[in-house]
Nanobody
């Protein structure tokens, strides 16, 4: 499956952004999609994931309570609503897809999106 991520941009501290990730084909109930990010000079970091069938979500501690991952099954699209953004959230955000499960370290990811830049100014 091909993934297209978009919605990044420049925002001030405390602001909000919504990222979208559109899949090129149907996502099935046994699949998982997730968001990761990579800040300059740092490794890839897990952000959030959603199980497509159940809608169950899981978040990294660093974003819990501020970010919300959601899906629109009819559009094969995943979203990441980011509120109360802080400079530490500045990174390239990537969406990911697996036909099974996605671990926090990115294991079992079958497809990655191209990334969208999020910059939070202080």
């Amino acid at each position: 499956v091909q993934l297209q991520a978009y919605g990044g941009g420049l925002v001030q501290t405390g602001g909000s952004l919504r990222l979208s990730c559109a899949a090129s084909r149907r996502i099935y109930s046994s699949h998982t999609m997730a968001w990761f990010r990579q800040a300059p000079g740092k490794g890839r970091e897990f952000v959030a994931r959603i199980r497509w069938g159940s809608g169950l979500t899981y978040y990294a501690d660093s974003v819990k309570g501020r970010f919300t991952v959601a899906k629109d099954s009819g559009k094969n699209t995943m979203y990441l609503q980011m509120n109360n953004l802080i400079p530490e959230d500045t990174a390239v955000y990537y969406c990911a897809h697996s036909s099974s499960f996605i671990a926090d370290n990115g294991d079992d990811v079958g497809s990655w999106g191209q990334g969208t830049q999020v910059t939070v100014s202080s």
